[in-house]
């Protein structure tokens, strides 16, 4: 299967640099092809038959996330002292997502009901210092206090790209499934990339947009079991630091990574009204 | 500059993933934009960004292979995170505003690898097609 051509193309679009400047990959890749050598694609061989998670567990466990994430953003929203007042902008934010947050909603439950998953089992009860509704969990202060407020947003999120990621790859076969899963990793990206700034804007300069090795900036179990395995820096077997010359802070930047179903529930679990 | 690095590693992943059967050196067309322009080189960037984030969600459909599948995934998000950022340099708060959010769905477009890649193709000296490329 040679889809990945049309990836080598988006790739050596917007990383276009002189051929000089890759010298440390072309002593692992054979001579390239002449210019000429179109069309892009070779056959894909259809219907491999392949292990896929269910689909409906799957599609629960990010119903879920959603459903974590979209109604702890409309609380912070409705407290009346915990965004700061010289930084309206910072408001918006969270209003800007918490709106793509509560479209999503109805996005998954359509995915769910397409794919004839029954719903009525997701959790909608949350308790989001993480202390599962009993002793309060790590995250106190989430509705007081904005950085620890910002702290768990970004967690969410980064772990909601982890756990869509891990989603995408055990769905697989389920065109449309996987489609929809890749659009809602894409803004739940683009929301993280936000948060992450909005925490350096506050004090914690080293937070980029996005994860350096493992580190998200959080210190309790719940965010470091978060971040675990995020510091990878081989992909399909290739050594990147070594392919590329370039920092394993980089390479571990370079490559968001998947957490499995497992781990995921583990997480959201914390979070989950018993 | 750690944007062109991660964008450097992808390639660099594709190439060696790839080998022989990756595509030949691309010549690029930038003449469209004015590299002295801070807004134009944003826009831009912008722009390729956004694209490229809509074109890896177009691909899943297309991936029979868990392994590609796990890369589409693994780039695709960090791609998103460079269009976010790119858009706040240009815009605050447009990083996943409804000029490039559905409102109604609440997220990304997806792009058929067609038309992601008639929207590349005035970056590009070279004609490329999608003719056998199959569901998966």
Known sequence: ?274 | MEILSHDQAHAALFRAVLRSEAIGSLSMDFSGIDFSNRASVLNAARDIKDLMVSAYNGLGVYCSDSIHLGFIGKIASVEARHASVIREMLLPNSFADVSIINPVSGVDIARSPTDALMLIHPYIHQKLNTDKLQLA
């Not at chain 1, 070779?42 to 409906?56: L, M, N, W």
């Not at chain 1, 990621?165 to 449309?176: R, V």
Request: glycine fraction near 8%; aromatic fraction near 6%; charged fraction near 20%.
């Open chain 1, 1 to 274: 299967m040679n889809l990945c051509r049309i990836l080598d193309t988006l790739a050596e679009v917007e990383s276009h640099t002189p051929a000089t400047d890759r010298r440390g990959l072309i002593s692992y890749c054979a001579p390239k092809l002449a210019l000429t050598a179109l069309p892009l694609f070779s056959f894909v061989k259809p219907g491999r038959a392949q292990t896929t998670e269910d689909a409906g567990e799957l599609l629960r466990m990010v119903l879920t996330h959603t459903r974590l994430e979209s109604s702890f953003l409309e609380l912070a929203l409705k407290q009346a002292n915990l965004f700061p007042v010289s930084q309206p902008q910072d408001r918006t934010c969270i209003q800007v997502i918490s709106g793509n947050k509560k479209a999503q909603l109805s996005f998954v439950e359509q995915m769910m009901q397409s794919a004839g998953v029954d719903a009525s089992t997701v959790p909608h009860q949350f308790d989001f210092t993480g202390g599962k509704g009993k002793a309060p969990g790590p995250f106190v202060q989430v509705m007081e206090d904005y950085l620890s407020f910002l702290s768990l947003a970004q967690m969410l999120s980064d772990f909601g790209v982890r756990a869509l990621k891990g989603a995408i790859i055990s769905i697989k076969g389920k065109g449309e499934l996987v489609q929809g899963l890749l659009q809602l990793q894409a803004t739940e990206a683009r929301h993280a990339a936000r948060l992450r700034q909005l925490r350096s804007e506050h004090g914690l300069a080293h937070i980029k947009p996005w994860i350096t090795q493992a580190a998200g900036g959080i210190q309790n179990e719940i965010a470091l079991n978060a971040y675990a395995g995020e510091d990878n820096i081989l992909q399909g077997g290739f050594d990147l630091v070594q392919l590329t010359g370039l920092s394993s802070d980089l390479i571990s930047e370079a490559f968001d990574e998947p957490l499995g179903t497992a781990g995921v529930w583990a997480i959201l679990g914390n979070f989950v009204q018993v």
